[in-house]
């Protein structure tokens, strides 16, 4: 089984910066989700096999940016500018099966294989 492992979650004050990453257990097209207390999971952006393809939620345009480091096998959300809005569970998913191509990379469905889901707080 593909296995996604999260980690650099954690609080930050309005304004500041945090990087996540998710560890995979192979190379696939990836996709970062995340969902606010009391509201449904949303796509925050996603990137294709070799980062020819990115895409980002209007809400997180300019301050966020989706890499991976295919050597590593670790893909990265770099966040900046942070707002208290930003708070949320964080989750990193792979679609095993596809690539970029004709992906709906905004639909939860498309992705086969989740990480665990990491806390990011922004305080006020």
């Known amino acids: 089984q593909v296995q996604l492992v999260e980690s650099g979650g954690g609080l930050v004050q309005a304004g500041g910066s945090l990087r996540l990453s998710c560890a995979v257990s192979g190379r696939y097209v990836m996709g970062w989700f995340r969902q606010a207390p009391g509201k449904e999971r949303e796509a925050v952006a996603a990137?294709?096999?070799?980062?020819?393809?990115?895409t980002y939620a209007d809400s997180v345009k300019g301050r966020f940016t989706i890499s991976r480091d295919n050597a590593k096998n670790t893909v990265y959300l770099q966040m900046n500018s942070l707002k208290p809005e930003d708070t949320a569970v964080y989750y990193c998913?792979?679609?095993?099966?596809?690539?970029?191509?004709?992906?709906?990379?905004?639909?939860?469905?498309?992705?086969?294989?989740w990480g665990q889901g990491i806390q990011v707080t922004v305080s006020s």
């Open positions: 990137i294709g096999l070799q980062s020819d393809n990115r």
């Open positions: 998913a792979a679609d095993t099966h596809g690539s970029w191509c004709g992906v709906k990379w905004y639909r939860a469905a498309e992705y086969d294989a």
